[in-house]
């Protein structure tokens, strides 16, 4: 049984996450709350982020796993001013990262064409789901990017 796999998807999270981590940390209080849409707000597009990862390797049944437990709300129930701070959305990055590493240690490679969740939407393989969950991880650092420059914010440090 082999992980050669299984551990480049798990760097590639934790570069991600370090990315993301870098990215959260580079906005100012004043440029952490607010951004040209709704959604378009380096406080929102990261509780999103993180939370979906959350999702994406949660520990609950999808059925017993809420949005905006962690924080009493979903980010978007939550007006600017009340989106968890950096430092509260780093701490939680923080606890994922140790779950998905510990998620991933579990794993090997022979077992990456399994269906990952029989019930989900799309049904996936694990790799797929994986890959998934980093495409939309890597998805929204583009919109951090994106933000950070319009703001004359510097981007979190490529990995």
Aim: hydrophobic content about 35%.
């Amino acid at each position: 049984m082999t992980q050669i796999v299984v551990n480049e998807v798990h760097q590639a999270f934790k570069d991600a996450i370090g990315l993301l981590r870098d990215s959260i940390r580079s906005f100012g209080d004043t440029a952490w709350c607010k951004g040209p849409t709704f959604f378009q707000v380096p406080a929102k597009v990261a509780y999103h982020d993180i939370e979906c990862l959350d999702y994406y390797f949660r520990t609950k049944s999808r059925d017993e796993w809420a949005w905006g437990y962690r924080f009493g709300k979903p980010w978007w129930e939550l007006s600017n001013e009340d989106q968890p701070s950096q430092e509260e959305l780093i701490a939680h990055l923080d606890e994922l990262e140790e779950r998905i590493a510990a998620h991933l240690a579990k794993v090997q490679d022979e077992t990456l064409g399994e269906v990952h969740d029989p019930q989900g939407e799309p049904v996936r393989t694990r790799i797929g789901h994986y890959l998934y969950a980093l495409r939309h991880t890597t998805h929204h650092l583009g919109s951090l990017a994106s933000l950070a420059a319009s703001s004359g914010t510097k981007p979190g440090d490529w990995r």
